[in-house]
Protein backbone atom coordinates (compact mmCIF):
# COMPACT_ATOMS: atom_id res chain seq x y z
CA UNK A 1 0.00 0.00 0.00
CA UNK A 2 1.17 3.66 -1.29
CA UNK A 3 1.74 6.03 1.64
CA UNK A 4 0.01 8.37 0.34
CA UNK A 5 -3.16 7.36 -2.59
CA UNK A 6 -4.68 9.64 -5.26
CA UNK A 7 -6.89 9.07 -7.69
CA UNK A 8 -4.88 9.60 -11.39
CA UNK A 9 -8.21 10.44 -13.15
CA UNK A 10 -8.80 12.00 -15.38
CA UNK A 11 -11.33 14.12 -14.48
CA UNK A 12 -13.28 15.59 -16.93
CA UNK A 13 -16.18 18.67 -15.41
CA UNK A 14 -17.70 21.01 -17.42
CA UNK A 15 -16.87 25.19 -16.67
CA UNK A 16 -18.07 26.46 -13.87
CA UNK A 17 -18.47 23.18 -11.56
CA UNK A 18 -17.46 22.63 -8.22
CA UNK A 19 -14.41 19.83 -8.44
CA UNK A 20 -13.39 18.06 -5.49
CA UNK A 21 -10.12 16.23 -5.30
CA UNK A 22 -8.63 14.07 -2.50
CA UNK A 23 -5.89 12.19 -1.25
CA UNK A 24 -5.89 9.41 1.45
CA UNK A 25 -2.99 8.55 3.56
CA UNK A 26 -1.87 5.80 5.94
CA UNK A 27 1.08 7.81 7.78
CA UNK A 28 -0.34 8.84 11.18
CA UNK A 29 2.82 11.32 11.46
CA UNK A 30 2.18 13.85 8.66
CA UNK A 31 0.84 16.92 9.74
CA UNK A 32 1.85 19.17 7.21
CA UNK A 33 -0.44 19.23 3.85
CA UNK A 34 -0.23 20.53 0.49
CA UNK A 35 -1.80 20.77 -2.79
CA UNK A 36 0.33 21.66 -6.00
CA UNK A 37 -0.95 22.50 -9.34
CA UNK A 38 1.29 21.02 -12.50
CA UNK A 39 0.17 22.78 -15.83
CA UNK A 40 2.20 20.26 -18.65
CA UNK A 41 6.05 20.26 -18.96
CA UNK A 42 6.06 22.74 -15.87
CA UNK A 43 7.57 23.02 -12.64
CA UNK A 44 4.63 22.43 -9.65
CA UNK A 45 3.67 25.45 -8.46
CA UNK A 46 2.19 25.50 -4.28
CA UNK A 47 -1.51 25.98 -4.31
CA UNK A 48 -2.54 25.58 -0.86
CA UNK A 49 -0.83 24.71 2.26
CA UNK A 50 -2.53 23.23 5.71
CA UNK A 51 -0.95 22.25 9.25
CA UNK A 52 -3.04 20.09 11.25
CA UNK A 53 -6.71 19.44 10.59
CA UNK A 54 -8.58 22.24 9.43
CA UNK A 55 -10.33 24.11 6.41
CA UNK A 56 -7.99 27.04 4.18
CA UNK A 57 -9.85 29.07 1.79
CA UNK A 58 -8.10 30.97 -0.55
CA UNK A 59 -10.17 32.50 -3.31
CA UNK A 60 -11.96 29.64 -5.22
CA UNK A 61 -9.79 26.87 -3.42
CA UNK A 62 -10.25 25.64 0.04
CA UNK A 63 -8.20 22.99 1.49
CA UNK A 64 -9.94 20.72 3.86
CA UNK A 65 -7.71 17.99 5.95
CA UNK A 66 -9.26 15.37 8.41
CA UNK A 67 -6.69 14.10 10.48
CA UNK A 68 -9.19 11.44 12.02
CA UNK A 69 -9.71 9.90 9.30
CA UNK A 70 -6.39 10.47 7.05
CA UNK A 71 -7.99 12.36 4.48
CA UNK A 72 -7.26 15.29 2.91
CA UNK A 73 -9.09 17.66 0.23
CA UNK A 74 -9.12 20.40 -2.63
CA UNK A 75 -12.28 22.05 -3.55
CA UNK A 76 -12.02 24.28 -6.37
CA UNK A 77 -15.59 26.32 -7.25
CA UNK A 78 -16.24 28.11 -10.38
CA UNK A 79 -13.84 26.42 -12.01
CA UNK A 80 -11.97 27.54 -15.40
CA UNK A 81 -10.45 25.72 -18.19
CA UNK A 82 -6.94 27.20 -17.19
CA UNK A 83 -7.64 25.29 -14.11
CA UNK A 84 -7.09 22.20 -16.09
CA UNK A 85 -3.67 20.93 -15.07
CA UNK A 86 -2.59 18.21 -12.86
CA UNK A 87 -3.34 18.73 -9.36
CA UNK A 88 -0.68 16.85 -6.70
CA UNK A 89 -1.26 16.56 -3.13
CA UNK A 90 1.72 16.04 -0.74
CA UNK A 91 2.80 15.87 2.97
CA UNK A 92 5.48 16.00 5.60
CA UNK A 93 6.24 14.84 8.82
CA UNK A 94 7.85 17.85 10.49
CA UNK A 95 9.54 20.56 10.26
CA UNK A 96 12.52 21.95 8.31
CA UNK A 97 14.26 20.26 5.23
CA UNK A 98 11.93 17.02 4.57
CA UNK A 99 10.92 14.99 2.42
CA UNK A 100 7.65 15.61 0.38
CA UNK A 101 5.43 12.13 -0.09
CA UNK A 102 3.38 13.23 -2.77
CA UNK A 103 0.13 11.30 -4.24
CA UNK A 104 0.17 10.04 -8.02
CA UNK A 105 -2.05 13.37 -9.50
CA UNK A 106 -4.95 13.77 -10.40
CA UNK A 107 -5.22 15.09 -14.10
CA UNK A 108 -8.10 17.47 -14.24
CA UNK A 109 -9.94 19.35 -17.33
CA UNK A 110 -12.05 21.60 -17.15
CA UNK A 111 -14.56 22.25 -20.49
CA UNK A 112 -15.34 25.71 -21.72
CA UNK B 1 9.14 37.12 -4.84
CA UNK B 2 8.66 32.65 -4.42
CA UNK B 3 11.05 32.13 -7.37
CA UNK B 4 13.14 29.48 -7.85
CA UNK B 5 15.16 29.39 -11.65
CA UNK B 6 16.60 26.91 -13.73
CA UNK B 7 18.99 26.21 -16.31
CA UNK B 8 19.33 25.28 -19.09
CA UNK B 9 15.20 24.75 -19.69
CA UNK B 10 16.23 21.81 -22.38
CA UNK B 11 19.19 19.56 -22.41
CA UNK B 12 20.37 16.69 -24.63
CA UNK B 13 23.36 14.57 -23.88
CA UNK B 14 24.93 11.59 -24.92
CA UNK B 15 25.91 8.90 -23.02
CA UNK B 16 29.49 9.79 -22.45
CA UNK B 17 28.90 13.95 -22.19
CA UNK B 18 29.09 15.42 -18.70
CA UNK B 19 27.13 18.46 -18.30
CA UNK B 20 25.10 19.92 -14.94
CA UNK B 21 21.90 21.78 -14.21
CA UNK B 22 22.12 24.81 -12.39
CA UNK B 23 19.64 26.20 -9.72
CA UNK B 24 19.46 29.49 -8.35
CA UNK B 25 17.14 31.48 -5.30
CA UNK B 26 16.98 34.28 -3.36
CA UNK B 27 14.33 33.86 -1.04
CA UNK B 28 17.01 33.20 1.63
CA UNK B 29 15.82 29.79 1.92
CA UNK B 30 18.41 27.05 3.31
CA UNK B 31 16.71 23.81 1.93
CA UNK B 32 17.54 22.92 -1.19
CA UNK B 33 16.28 19.76 -2.98
CA UNK B 34 16.60 18.19 -6.48
CA UNK B 35 13.57 16.19 -7.50
CA UNK B 36 13.05 13.72 -10.93
CA UNK B 37 10.01 13.72 -12.31
CA UNK B 38 8.91 11.06 -15.30
CA UNK B 39 5.89 11.53 -17.37
CA UNK B 40 2.42 11.22 -15.71
CA UNK B 41 4.24 10.33 -12.28
CA UNK B 42 4.54 12.86 -9.37
CA UNK B 43 8.63 14.22 -8.46
CA UNK B 44 10.45 11.72 -7.20
CA UNK B 45 13.47 13.33 -4.26
CA UNK B 46 16.70 12.57 -5.30
CA UNK B 47 19.03 14.70 -2.81
CA UNK B 48 18.39 17.80 0.13
CA UNK B 49 20.95 20.17 1.00
CA UNK B 50 20.15 21.80 4.26
CA UNK B 51 22.48 24.69 5.34
CA UNK B 52 24.76 23.87 2.49
CA UNK B 53 25.06 20.22 3.99
CA UNK B 54 23.47 17.27 1.90
CA UNK B 55 21.10 15.68 4.32
CA UNK B 56 19.36 13.50 2.27
CA UNK B 57 20.54 11.22 -0.31
CA UNK B 58 18.14 9.00 -1.48
CA UNK B 59 20.37 6.32 -3.19
CA UNK B 60 20.59 8.17 -6.21
CA UNK B 61 23.23 6.69 -8.71
CA UNK B 62 26.61 7.90 -9.01
CA UNK B 63 26.56 9.43 -11.87
CA UNK B 64 24.29 11.88 -10.59
CA UNK B 65 26.74 14.53 -8.39
CA UNK B 66 25.02 17.23 -6.02
CA UNK B 67 26.70 19.99 -5.42
CA UNK B 68 25.75 23.52 -3.40
CA UNK B 69 28.40 26.23 -3.09
CA UNK B 70 26.27 28.42 -1.27
CA UNK B 71 22.97 29.00 0.07
CA UNK B 72 21.54 30.82 -2.96
CA UNK B 73 22.62 28.31 -5.78
CA UNK B 74 22.41 24.13 -6.42
CA UNK B 75 23.95 22.02 -9.37
CA UNK B 76 23.52 18.66 -10.45
CA UNK B 77 26.01 17.07 -12.19
CA UNK B 78 25.99 14.61 -14.50
CA UNK B 79 28.09 11.86 -16.25
CA UNK B 80 27.84 8.79 -18.29
CA UNK B 81 23.97 8.89 -17.91
CA UNK B 82 21.52 6.41 -19.37
CA UNK B 83 18.68 6.88 -21.76
CA UNK B 84 16.51 6.07 -18.83
CA UNK B 85 17.44 9.16 -17.54
CA UNK B 86 15.78 11.21 -19.17
CA UNK B 87 13.55 13.17 -17.73
CA UNK B 88 12.32 16.96 -15.95
CA UNK B 89 14.80 17.48 -13.09
CA UNK B 90 13.14 19.52 -10.77
CA UNK B 91 14.71 22.12 -8.29
CA UNK B 92 12.93 23.20 -5.26
CA UNK B 93 13.36 25.26 -2.17
CA UNK B 94 12.18 25.83 1.79
CA UNK B 95 12.85 27.83 4.75
CA UNK B 96 14.71 25.03 6.06
CA UNK B 97 12.93 25.18 9.59
CA UNK B 98 9.54 26.10 10.21
CA UNK B 99 6.88 25.89 8.13
CA UNK B 100 8.64 24.32 5.51
CA UNK B 101 6.74 24.63 2.00
CA UNK B 102 8.46 24.02 -1.07
CA UNK B 103 8.53 26.20 -3.95
CA UNK B 104 9.56 24.35 -7.17
CA UNK B 105 11.89 26.23 -10.35
CA UNK B 106 10.20 25.28 -14.29
CA UNK B 107 12.93 22.10 -14.28
CA UNK B 108 14.83 21.29 -16.78
CA UNK B 109 13.79 18.76 -19.49
CA UNK B 110 16.68 16.33 -19.60
CA UNK B 111 17.43 13.73 -22.90
CA UNK B 112 20.03 11.33 -22.87
CA UNK B 113 20.73 9.53 -26.19
Known amino acids: QKEVEQDPGPLSVPEGAIVSLNCTYS??????FMWYRQYSRKGPELLMY????GNKEDGRFTAQVDKSSKYISLFIRDSQPSDSATYLC????????????FGQGTRLTINP | DTEVTQTPKHLVMGMTNKKSLKCEQH?????MYWYKQKAKKPPELMFV???????INESVPSRFSPECPNSSLLNLHLHALQPEDSALYLC????????????FGPGTRLTVL
Open chain 2, 92 to 103: ASSHGRVADTQY
Open chain 1, 27 to 32: NSAFQY
Open chain 1, 50 to 53: TYSS
Open chain 1, 90 to 101: AMSAGQGAQKLV
Open chain 2, 27 to 31: MGHRA
Open chain 2, 49 to 55: YSYEKLS
